[in-house]
Structure formats: C-alpha cells, structure tokens
C-alpha cells in the first residue's frame, strides 16, 4: 500500500506521461543558450534516452498505482515490477553514463577533440 504522500507523488504521472510523449513527438530541445541545452547538443541521442527513461518511470509509476488500487492480480503483480523494473534501470544506467560524457563534451574547450 502505498501512504498518502507516495500516491500524490506517484499520482504526478498522469501530468508527466503527455509531456514526455509530446517532448518525443516533437523533439522539444532546451534552450541553446541555457546550460542544459549545451548538454543535450553535445550528444544527439542524449534527448531519446532521456524521454524513453522518463516513458521508463511514468510506466513504473502506473504500475505502482494499479498495483495500489487493486486493479493487477498477485500473479501479474510480479511479473509487472520484473518487466519494468529490468529496462528501468537498464535505462537509468545508460541515462546517466550519457549525461557525464554530453557534460564532459560541453564542458571541454572548443579545440580540444579526443
């Protein structure tokens, strides 16, 4: 079960889940001048791996709450939290490793190339 706070938490899912959708449809890019925008243009597929770690926790979070209200059999139960659990932190792991090297990249002088 899930307490109150967690389901307000977890419940901010049905906000995220259009925007990451509509974020992939149209490749919403942060501004170029901002320090995050420097980031995702270092590397191109930085902004994919982004939005499909974001689908990655608006889907365990839709797990987590149907799994709360009652609406997932036990015997699915674990087959639901293995199945998203598994590309959620394969996804996550991925994420992160690109995130330190676009950093890396924007961060390095514009001359030096290795």
């Known amino acids: 079960?899930?307490?109150?706070?967690e389901l307000v938490m977890t419940s901010f899912v049905i906000v995220l889940l259009p925007l990451t959708?509509?974020?992939?449809?149209t490749r919403?890019?942060?501004?170029?001048?901002?320090?995050?925008g420097k980031i995702y243009a270092a590397d191109?597929?930085?902004?994919l791996v982004s939005n499909l770690f974001l689908l990655a926790v608006c889907l365990s979070s839709l797990v987590r709450l149907a799994i709360h209200?009652?609406?997932?059999?036990?015997?699915?139960?674990?087959?639901?939290e293995v199945t998203v659990g598994?590309?959620?932190?394969?996804?996550?792991?991925v994420f992160l490793v690109m995130l330190v090297?676009?950093?890396?990249?924007a961060r390095r002088p514009a001359g030096m190339d290795s």
Not at 28 to 36: E, F, G, H, M, V
Not at 69 to 80: A, D, N, P, W
Not at 101 to 105: E, I, P, T
């Open 86 to 93: 598994v590309p959620f932190f394969g996804l996550m792991v």
């Open 44 to 47: 191109t597929h930085l902004l």
């Open 101 to 105: 090297r676009a950093g890396l990249r």
């Open 21 to 25: 959708v509509y974020s992939m449809f």
């Open 28 to 36: 919403a890019l942060p501004p170029p001048t901002s320090w995050l």
């Open 1 to 5: 079960m899930l307490s109150t706070v």
């Open 69 to 80: 209200f009652g609406l997932v059999g036990i015997k699915l139960q674990t087959l639901l």
